[in-house]
């Protein structure tokens, strides 16, 4: 094993582009990755398990956490807390695993901050393209209307910049497996292999 340290993958993009169901599909293949399940406040699902989708926690449980500065990141997101354990990531990371986040964008870009060397994929919506084909060509369409869906489809393309790699979601199969590919792509850059590398030029024996 050349990598001793693992590599911390986010997966992330705006609300609704399938995120989670990307994520399924990846674990549904990879067993070598970690998956760290985050924290909320919202309530349980049907069919959601303790500690399997999330670990759910009352509001004043979740703000304890963030004042013991426990959680990686945390997002409000739809009047709910959401925030990744700290201790779980680091020790995983750590014992050389992968770990992998599927978190939304305000909480990815406070991971960027405390680990800029973790791997940011955004996974892009597929009637993004079709959309800005659509508000060009079609010049008929109300001026404030157009205005608006730029405005939003601008407002996801800036968040891009802080990522690594773009994934676009038109097919889940698809999406996982170029996902996949970005996982042994990093597992064969050079930085990361450079030191073990030069350990072996600088033995004398071989
Ligand atoms: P849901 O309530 O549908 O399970 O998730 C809502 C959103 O929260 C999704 O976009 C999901 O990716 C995001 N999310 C899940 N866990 C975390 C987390 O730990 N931190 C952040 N920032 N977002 C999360």
Known sequence: MIDEKGILFVLSGPSGVGKGTVRKELFSRETNLKYSTSMTTRAMRPGEQEGVDYFYKT?????????????????????????????????????????????????????????????FIFLFPPSLEELKDRIINRGTEAEELVLNRLKEAKKEIDMMDAYDYVVVNDQVDLAATKIQAIIQSEHCKRERIASQYKSILEDDTL
């Open 59 to 119: 509001k004043e449980e979740f703000e304890t956490l963030v004042e013991q500065n426990r959680l990686l990141e945390y997002a409000q997101y739809v009047d709910n807390y959401y925030g990744t354990p700290r201790e779980y990531v680091e020790e995983m990371l750590e014992g050389g695993h992968d770990v992998f986040l599927e978190i939304e964008v305000q909480g990815a870009l406070q991971v960027k901050e405390n680990f800029p060397e973790g791997v």
